[in-house]
């Protein structure tokens, strides 16, 4: 039976693509063959090979480092800050020419909807490398001091929800400030970073200013504990984030981690609810919940909790599960079988804890990693789900009296990345968010990005902060954070 | 006849109160020269947990506190400071040997220390903090907030100033501090604890740890309720095993300096996190 939501297939072509059959590592300005296995990288929508990739063995670290400090030391620490400026207008240019392309491959190789890639990552990326290249030669008006120096190399690791928009994150700043790049993308989605290599070759950017190195953990160990190495960079789990400070102990090297999350997002009775509603929506199931920042826990104000939830499924009913090229796609493929593995298990445990489960009726395709839109209601503050990040689509649904309840509950957590508030109510906003120990509060809205907007966490979501002046301090000598 | 001196009792400087330690161990001080000078507690861990405990429960209000009421305290300290002067040149000329002139000038330079970071209260907020041009209808603003809980290890080279040098910075964005003190010149900290006491400090903002660093700071490293770890004076310990430790929950970290880190603006912006709030503006 049809009715008014089904659409006719509207997949985005892949005919845009030219991939290569395999990809080297990226190296001094050249592809060059890594040491290590090759592996695929895979369509988690078909679980169908895209193309093949090296993998660095730590012999493929030490060279990539080595030409990022010969370059560091021969080329990008010695040139204008006006000319280090140009080569990252030219690449946001080049990103922005070259949209679509990259849109189609970050969602062939990740799993996300076509419409977020094309509307939200690709942009986000142009526009980073836009805002930073502004930086690049007014470093003496960031108010750090005079004539703030570069650190040397970054080692930048980057995880596999956003992975051209992270890599825009790390190297944006980095080179703006002066700095050379290793960069190591998530060992699912090395795909768009390649061809991001492509793009620094047209725009002629200095050999070895970014090299990547693709490859596993074991890569990535190798470059976070190089000894040549200055600033590390990662975004990823809690767990690595930890082995990582563990690493660096010691060192003189500067950090910036960007962890895990459990935000709490908190709709009051008096908040816009057709609103609330989407920002719940928004907050948890954007990019299939696999955000760190994800507004996991809903805390709603026990008034409104029953007409709340019913919108939401209602709500969620409409979504539309799928193939991630389709440009009606809401909500796409999980990125990886172990991923999907881990969600499956923290929602059989929530279930077992005795929160009740509600799953979206959709239908589920026969190849792919695929998990729908799932709520878990009358979840206690104790339950796992309610502790965890299981960054997936899973919403867990707490209920509060009280603004003071509401934050106490609301900072309830090792973590400290990200909050929402729901209100009508301006002061009330701007009260809770004070109280709130997170390092981004979105009132109103949620899971909103821009390249002049600071974001990191508190607590054991990590320290240091990307995005704006804070971001472009991460990366100078002296400046704390 | 000449009278005869009553010796002060040194203890402990936690919640506000002076307590012993709790483990009834104490310490010889003596000058460079050998001689007795008192006897200081020996902190143990639980001394250090409970610092932490009363670190803990004065934060919220100290945060709290307008940045112009906590920019007041800390010039109070100063007054205080200033007011006894010259018990703090006595106490340092016999701990560090050092000239009279000498204890002068480091309490003169604590005092403006004091006043120096008072004044940041309420400033260093717009220097850390911005406004953000964000490409979309919303109000967007980044501040920066205290970390919560920091654990001091003091400089191990300087009785009054070097301590002054390390709190003084951290208490500024509303934190709250656990400091172990120089280990061998430990008395001007504790008459430093009578100074705070007096100063309009709540009990708990700032907690004066007596005894040895490498004894109490492993088990503050580790401590899942202390937010940051300056280990400015812990460059004699074991200290990249302590930055191991605070890494398990992720703690802020300073790491060893030689000498007196002196004044910087730095020192105030390693214990904020940045804060930033997206607010929706209508469309009309």
Redesign the interface.
């Known amino acids: 039976m049809t009715n008014f939501l089904d659409y006719a297939p509207a997949p985005e072509s892949t005919s845009i693509l030219h991939l290569k059959k395999s990809y080297g590592l990226f190296i001094d300005g050249d592809w060059v063959e890594g040491r290590g296995k090759p592996f695929a990288t895979i369509n988690p929508a078909t679980e169908k090979k895209i193309t093949t990739v090296a993998s660095a063995s730590s012999d493929d670290v030490d060279l990539a480092v080595a030409a990022a400090r010969r370059s560091y030391e021969k080329t990008w620490s010695t040139m204008s800050g006006a000319d280090r400026g140009k080569y990252l207008f030219r690449i946001a240019r080049l990103v922005q020419e070259r949209a679509r392309e990259l849109a189609v491959a970050e969602t062939l190789d990740n799993g996300k909807p076509i419409k977020e890639s094309r509307d939200v990552d690709v942009p986000l990326v142009a526009a980073w490398f836009f805002y930073y290249a502004g930086w690049a030669d007014k470093l003496d008006h960031a108010g750090l001091g005079a004539a703030p120096q570069s650190l040397g190399v970054a080692a930048q690791i980057i995880p596999w929800n956003f992975p051209l928009l992270m890599l825009a994150w790390k190297i944006a700043p980095a080179l703006a400030a002066g700095n050379t790049v290793v960069l190591k993308p998530a060992e699912t989605t090395p795909l768009s970073a390649l061809l991001f290599a492509e793009i620094l070759q047209q725009a002629d950017l200095p050999a070895g200013v970014v090299n990547i190195v693709t490859g596993a953990g074991e890569t990535g160990a190798a470059l976070v504990r190089h000894p040549d190495v200055n600033k590390v960079a990662f975004t990823g789990s809690t767990g690595v984030g930890r082995e990582i400070a563990k690493a660096i102990a010691g060192t003189d090297k500067k950090v910036t981690l960007e962890l895990g999350g459990k935000a709490a997002n908190i709709v009051f009775d008096d908040a816009p609810i057709d609103q609330a509603v989407e920002g719940i929506v928004n907050g948890i199931f954007f990019n299939q919940g696999h955000v760190c920042c994800a507004g996991s826990r809903l805390l709603v104000q026990e008034s409104i909790h029953d007409e709340v939830v019913d919108r939401l499924k209602q709500r969620l009913s409409t979504l539309r599960l799928g193939d991630p090229l389709d440009k009606n796609t809401d909500i796409g493929a999980i990125n990886s079988k172990e991923q999907l593995e881990r969600i499956r298990a923290l929602s059989d445990i929530g279930e077992a804890e005795g929160a009740d489960r509600w799953t979206a009726p959709c239908v589920i395709p026969e190849n792919g990693f695929w998990f729908a839109p799932t709520i878990f209601d009358n979840v206690s503050t104790s339950s796992t789900i309610a502790r965890e990040e299981v960054f997936g689509p899973v919403l867990s649904v707490l209920t509060f009296r009280t603004p003071a309840e509401a934050i106490a509950k609301a900072n309830n957590t090792p973590y400290g990345l990200s909050a929402g508030i729901w209100s009508d109510k301006g002061s009330k906003i701007l009260a809770v968010a004070d109280q709130l120990r997170a390092g981004v509060i979105w009132a109103n809205t949620f899971n909103r990005f821009d390249p002049a907007s600071p974001f990191g966490g508190y607590k054991e979501s990590g320290y240091g902060r990307e995005g704006g002046r804070h971001g472009l301090a991460a990366y100078l000598k002296g400046a704390t954070k | 006849m000449s009278r005869l001196q009553i010796p002060k009792t040194y203890k402990l400087y936690i919640g506000g109160a002076f307590p012993r330690s709790e483990s009834g161990r104490s310490y010889e001080v003596a000058s460079p020269a050998g001689d007795f000078l008192a006897n200081a507690s020996l902190a143990s861990r639980k001394d250090g947990r409970d610092a932490v405990v009363a670190a803990r429960a004065a934060q919220p209000k100290w945060a709290g506190a307008t940045a112009y009421n906590r920019g007041q305290v800390l010039y109070r300290i100063a007054e205080l400071l200033d007011g006894r002067r010259a018990q703090f040149i006595e106490e340092i000329t016999a701990s560090e040997g050092v000239t009279a002139a000498v204890a002068g000038a480091q309490v003169d330079e604590a005092i403006d220390t004091w006043v120096w970071y008072a004044g940041w209260c309420d400033k260093y907020q717009q220097?850390a903090g911005?406004g953000?041009?964000?490409?979309?209808p919303?109000f967007?603003i980044?501040v920066p907030e205290p970390?919560g809980v920091v654990a001091i290890v003091a400089p191990q080279s300087s009785s009054l100033l070097g301590l002054v040098q390390v709190v003084a910075p951290a208490l500024v964005a509303g934190n709250t501090v656990v400091v172990i003190a120089d280990e061998a010149r430990p008395l001007s900290a504790i008459s430093l604890g009578e100074v705070l006491a007096t100063s309009d400090v709540p009990g708990g903002v700032v907690n004066i740890l007596t005894g040895s660093p490498a004894e109490i700071t492993p088990w503050l490293a580790s401590h899942a309720d202390v937010?940051a770890l300056d280990l400015t004076g812990a460059g004699a310990l074991e200290?990249?095993d302590l930055?191991?430790a605070?890494?398990?929950?992720?703690k802020?970290v300073i790491?060893p300096e030689p000498g007196l880190p002196g004044r910087s603006l730095?020192r105030i912006?390693?214990f904020v996190?940045?804060?930033?709030?997206?607010?929706?503006k209508a469309l009309i």
Not at chain 2, 132 to 136: D, F, K, R, T, Y
């Open positions: 220097v911005s953000n041009p964000v490409s979309g919303y967007n980044s970390t937010n200290w990249v930055e191991i605070a890494a398990d929950t992720l802020r790491r730095d912006l390693a996190e940045t804060k930033t709030v997206w607010h929706t």
